[in-house]
């Protein structure tokens, strides 16, 4: 038995005195009961939280998960994990789809060498069914509309590797592509897409229900002869089965629309994402990542041309450093859109300091600058 003592320990959005116990992995028991305990951490003046769940990231500390080695993968994790980020989903951007194809392999070589420090669920495709519309920083000649041999045939092969595809409704218009997704487990998220809200609610009927970094790359309501279509972004607000993500990184988005999404959506359906590059945590002030030109600025990566933001360089405790402190949000409700909510999207057991759950936990102060990070109720 494990105990972990805080006066600040985050359980859903309060903060309890007393103690954390965990047994065989797991939390036991949330009490204010001193018991018996074979290991104990005082932790009190310091938050003691559930561990960071992102579920988009495309690398950090020069580690890349796509065009890259296993050890890559691992290592790009291993970063992730010192600031606070116990589970996470490597993404995959647009390519060639043999090279999309690798990367998922990599991610599941990764994920069972059991040399991560914390817990790889699976791969995020974030293509190559976009929108070229609205393809942001992702390569163009990548892009294409579902081809179902491609995708059929990964995830036949892989499919335990995969646990989320980003795609755009729009070029799948009787839903065959969201429907084959969900039917096997992996979640069908909106993204990169110039959807309309028709082609969305067909997504919704055939089993999508996230919306992949709201505002970026999203389209809103259009005009044709002064009649007006909802886009994905109000199509989001209408719609409950919808959760969003957003890349709280406080340069994708002002605070003021950060706290308007969550006013609109509510603390349940909106999950924090890093979205963050390889460079992140690295001096790298410019280069070229998949084929395109990036500089390094004002704390965001953009396109050499300064037309468009390519990504993000942020870390999961820069998210809720952003809520907290930027958009005014409390260091529980920040830490919940971090941990509790990407794990219902996700359908996992952990996100929470709960009895039952995975003994993922992380200590950090009132600067969010973590401290100590608990995988499996292992000290890491």
């Known amino acids: 038995?494990?105990?972990?003592?805080?006066?600040?320990?985050?359980?859903?959005?309060?903060?309890?005195?007393?103690?954390?116990?965990?047994?065989?992995?797991?939390?036991?028991e949330i009490s204010a009961v001193d018991r018996p305990a074979d290991e104990r951490y005082d932790f009190t003046g310091k938050y003691v939280s559930a561990g960071f769940i992102d579920m988009h990231t495309h690398g950090a500390g020069g580690h890349a998960f796509m065009n890259s080695e296993v050890s890559d993968v691992i290592e790009g994790c291993n970063y992730h994990l010192a600031h606070g980020t116990t589970s996470i989903v490597p993404t995959i951007s647009a390519g060639a789809f043999e090279t999309?194809?690798?990367?998922?392999?990599?991610?599941?070589?990764?994920?069972?060498?059991?040399?991560?420090?914390?817990?790889?669920?699976?791969a995020h495709l974030e293509g190559p069914y976009?929108?070229?519309?609205?393809?942001?920083?992702?390569c163009p000649a990548f892009i294409t509309p579902p081809n179902k041999a491609d995708y059929e045939s990964l995830l036949e092969a892989y499919g335990d590797s995969v646990i989320r595809w980003t795609y755009a409704p729009?070029?799948?218009?009787?839903?065959?592509?969201?429907?084959?997704?969900?039917?096997?487990?992996?979640?069908?998220?909106?993204?990169?897409?110039d959807a309309k809200y028709a082609d969305m609610a067909v997504a919704i009927d055939n089993g999508c229900n996230l919306i992949t970094h709201l505002y970026s790359c999203t389209s809103t309501v259009t005009r044709d002869h002064g009649f007006?279509?909802?886009?994905?972004?109000?199509?989001?607000?209408?719609?409950?089965?919808?959760?969003?993500e957003i890349i709280a990184d406080g340069k994708h988005l002002p605070c003021e629309l950060i706290k308007m999404i969550i006013k609109i959506k509510g603390t349940d359906r909106v999950a924090l994402i890093t979205d963050s590059l390889e460079i992140a945590g690295t001096d790298v002030k410019e280069g070229v990542m998949s084929?395109?030109?990036f500089i390094v600025e004002d704390g965001v990566c953009k396109l050499k041309d300064r037309s468009a933001f390519a990504g993000s360089v942020a870390t999961a405790d820069v998210l809720v450093r952003t809520l907290v402190y930027g958009c005014g949000v409390s260091v529980p409700?920040?830490?919940?859109?971090?941990?509790?909510?990407?794990?219902?999207?996700?359908?996992?057991?952990?996100?929470a300091l709960a009895a039952g759950?995975?003994?993922?936990?992380?200590?950090?102060?009132?600067?969010?600058?973590?401290?100590?990070?608990?995988?499996?109720?292992?000290?890491?």
Do not use: W
Request: proline letters at 1%; charged letters at 30%; glycine letters at 12%.
């Open 1 to 28: 038995m494990m105990q972990i003592k805080s006066d600040k320990i985050i359980v859903g959005e309060s903060l309890f005195d007393g103690y954390v116990y965990v047994e065989n992995g797991k939390i036991a």
């Open 228 to 244: 007006r279509s909802l886009g994905v972004i109000e199509s989001a607000y209408l719609r409950d089965e919808l959760c969003v």
């Open 333 to 351: 409700t920040a830490v919940k859109m971090l941990t509790e909510v990407p794990a219902k999207i996700l359908g996992i057991n952990k996100g």
């Open 130 to 138: 976009l929108s070229a519309k609205q393809c942001g920083a992702q």
């Open 357 to 380: 759950k995975d003994g993922d936990i992380i200590v950090f102060d009132d600067e969010i600058s973590v401290s100590d990070v608990f995988v499996g109720g292992v000290k890491i």
């Open 100 to 122: 999309m194809k690798k990367a998922v392999v990599n991610i599941d070589k990764a994920k069972k060498s059991g040399k991560a420090k914390g817990n790889i669920l699976g």
């Open 170 to 193: 729009e070029n799948d218009k009787d839903g065959e592509f969201c429907r084959y997704l969900t039917e096997r487990g992996v979640i069908a998220s909106a993204g990169h897409t």
């Open 291 to 293: 084929g395109t030109e």
